[in-house]
């Protein structure tokens, strides 16, 4: 099968295109053929190597497709179903097995690109905003990179539970797609002084949580941001890893919480991946929550949707077609 292999870690001229043995299904597994497979920034941390794989290995953890055969006891899907997934490495192919506990039919009613793309960040937006802070209806909540894959998508929860939104992006066209999900405010991170401008729109006050996926250079305004007893919901790391942080802020800045919580312990038992899953893949049916499927590429060119990515030149999801 055709597949992206890294043998060793670094930029993004490591994703090299190669021909590779079919993989086996064995006990609880399926062989899936996959028909879009998603992009996500977890895939750069481990092709740096700033999260630790072993080598050589098959880079991505999102895709959808079509089984086409199952190992002994797996009986929970049947050959020719439509199936999408994600956490399980090796998706940047042409063929990949998963266990099928974490596999979730795709209802109809939606394509499986669509399903490749909205499984994990779309399950990422959905335990941010229910269960790591179940966001009230007229919260004043900030969401940073707004027209990312998760930022589009959580900014559009946000707004059916009933948040006030602000929305930081790095260009006019960013801020557009941002206010189209339905951004209240958006601002200009790059230019303006997100901090000031929160204050400015809640009236001094702050706002109650901020989901800060950038990381290193908006930890200490997202800080800043918060009212007293508010909680900064550090996600991700896009403009590196934040550095070392004295709790005793937490305490002179209002009994501040902060947390890091990973997708993996939100879709931790099958009952909960379930839920998830099937609320975002409901909603993207239904049209309740928009997908934007804007960057498309063939599976060859896994190093050109990297430099995409990190260069800050996608919005909304990026797919690789095998
Ligand atoms: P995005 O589409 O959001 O892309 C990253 C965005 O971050 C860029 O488009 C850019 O938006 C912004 N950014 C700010 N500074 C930088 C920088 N120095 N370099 C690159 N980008 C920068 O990616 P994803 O939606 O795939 O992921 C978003 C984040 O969420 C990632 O940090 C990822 O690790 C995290 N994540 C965490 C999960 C979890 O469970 N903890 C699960 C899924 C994702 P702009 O140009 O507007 O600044």
Redesign the pocket.
Known sequence: MRAIQITQTGGAEVLVPRELPTPTPGPGEALVQIEACG????DI?LREGRYASPLPFIPGQEAAGVVLALGPDAASVKVGDRVAWCGVPGTYAQFAVAPVARLIAVPDGITTRQAAAAM??GM?AH??SHSTYAIQNGDAVLI????????LLLIQMAKRQGARVFA????DE?AALARAAGADETII??REDFAARVREFTGGAGVPVVYD??????FDGSIACLHPRGILVL??????AVPPFDLIQLSTRGSLYVT?????D?TATREELERRAGDVLRWVADGRLKLRLEHSYPLADAAQAHRD??????????LLIP
């Open positions: 992009v996500n920034f977890i941390y994990l960040q990422t335990y941010l940073h990179a707004g027209a990312g894959g998760v930022g930081t992006v790095s260009t960013k991170y790059t996926s950038v990381g290193k250079t908006t996600y991700g790391a896009s403009s590196g890091r919580p990973t997708l993996k939100y990515l990190e260069g800050r030149k996608t919005t909304g999801k990026a």
